[in-house]
């Protein structure tokens, strides 16, 4: 297996490349861990301390263990990629996440993480890839100020899932992580179709109606 195999590696004095220790800290769990390339998908262990977010967040590499990986294109299985022990979060378009990625919550500190925010149904294109899904964002922020620069490397979008071309490469997951360094473009959607919500005839009823919430 080629050691430079991830071919988006930052050559402006950004990142490290990885070494074996990187990440290992004590105290770090081993999660599963589903990240995507523009040209791989690797999967295994990933060493973290807390919550995966906030360790891709800080933009250090990450210790990796129990290691497969294969094109991402799925023109071939899984095999064991044993030389990989570390990844750089740079490297990173998408990371697919699930409940075992999260330290325990109880159900009032999960509502606690949605109190207050707004959730927008949205579209993320990531090249080559386009995540579907709903954000949650602080009122005010509008979903395409995403674009912005922000110390947050990943932004999580829930209930989500990825497409290559039009065909799913991720099953509606728990959350996709979704790197804002490679965001593209952003517009709200409607999550069943994926595509803009058409417009109804006819004047509204009264209320908040989407069309107003997203103004």
Known sequence: ?????????????????????????????????????????????????????????????????????APIDGSAALVPAPGLKAV?????????????????LNDAERTAHKVHKVAYDVALEVPPFRVVGTVYLHPGSEPERLLDRATEMFVPVVDATAYLRDQPVAPEMDAILVNRFYLRGIEQVDRRTGERPQKLPGQPLGGVSWQDRSR
């Open 1 to 69: 297996m080629p050691f430079d195999f991830l071919r988006r590696r930052k050559n402006d004095g950004g990142a490290p490349t990885p070494s074996p220790t990187a990440g290992r800290r004590s105290g770090a769990r081993g999660i599963p861990f589903d990240g995507l390339t523009e040209e791989w998908r690797i999967v295994g262990n990933m060493h973290v301390e807390n919550r995966l977010s906030d360790a891709l967040n800080k933009r250090e590499a990450v210790t990796i263990s129990d290691v497969q990986w």
């Open 88 to 104: 750089d979060p740079y490297d990173l378009i998408i990371v697919l996440a699930g409940e075992a990625t999260l330290p325990p």
